[in-house]
T-cell receptor
Framework: DTGVSQNPRHKITKRGQNVTFRCDPI?????LYWYRQTLGQGPEFLTY????????KSRLLSDRFSAERPKGSFSTLEIQRTEQGDSAMYLC??????????????FGEGSRLTVL | QQPVQSPQAVILREGEDAVINCSSS?????VHWYRQKHGEAPVFLMI?????EQKGHDKISASFNEKKQQSSLYLTASQLSYSGTYFC???????????FGSGTRLLVRP
């Protein structure tokens, strides 16, 4: 148990549809991250939050991607007008340290998206 | 800037040693190492902060050369359970953001 629950675990959608993924951290934490991972590659940074504030968003993230974290608890990642290139594993991670280095990341099991 | 990992893949016999390298062109604040098994989430191994320290637990250790912006992960007397893909993650200037390399696939055979 990594302390991070992600839903749905698998999502198959048709190109052009919108999808939303949810991340529920089980334990208290400081920062929440979203990464994307494609086959044979390392996790790719998308965005991160400290409490409710979205502090950084990757330039690789197009306007079709949006993330929210209302009330500093769970987070959602929405992809609008999905494209086949969006097919990937979407990973949510949390960290605990308040200062200095970001601290170790605890990843959830991920949400796998397949766009047909 | 994505760090560069080498080698891309390693095949070992149980009990053999391996070294995985990670290098960056940017000044680094910290280097993280993670292991990911097939179908699972990445799992944290260790973190090294700038200062050139070396860390380790059990038979896995790592070093960080701050001047060269390089880190190495050392796996000694490898076990079957060490199989998986190893990622280094680099953090620039206490940015709280980790950028991961493309990984090194390690297979340990009996």
């Amino acid at each position: 148990d990594t302390g991070v629950s992600q839903n749905p675990r698998h999502k198959i959608t048709k190109r052009g549809q919108n999808v939303t993924f949810r991340c529920d951290p089980i334990s208290e934490h400081n920062r929440l991250y979203w990464y994307r991972q494609t086959l044979g590659q390392g996790p790719e940074f998308l965005t991160y939050f400290q409490n409710e504030a979205q502090l950084e968003k990757s330039r690789l993230l197009s306007d079709r991607f949006s993330a929210e974290r209302p009330k500093g608890s769970f987070s959602t990642l929405e992809i609008q007008r999905t494209e086949q290139g969006d097919s990937a594993m979407y990973l949510c991670a949390i960290s605990f340290l308040a200062g200095g280095s970001g601290g170790e990341l605890f990843f959830g099991e991920g949400s796998r998206l397949t766009v047909l | 800037q994505q760090p560069v990992q080498s080698p891309q893949a390693v095949i070992l016999r149980e009990g053999e040693d391996a070294v995985i390298n990670c290098s960056s062109s940017k000044a680094l604040y910290s280097v993280h190492w993670y292991r990911q098994k097939h179908g699972e989430a990445p799992v944290f191994l260790m973190i090294l902060l700038k200062g050139g320290e070396q860390k380790g637990h059990d038979k896995i250790s790592a070093s960080f050369n701050e001047k060269k912006q390089q880190s190495s992960l050392y796996l000694t007397a490898s076990q079957l359970s060490y199989s998986g893909t190893y990622f280094c993650g680099t953090e620039e200037d206490s940015s709280y953001k980790l950028i991961f390399g493309s990984g090194t696939r390690l297979l340990v055979r009996p």
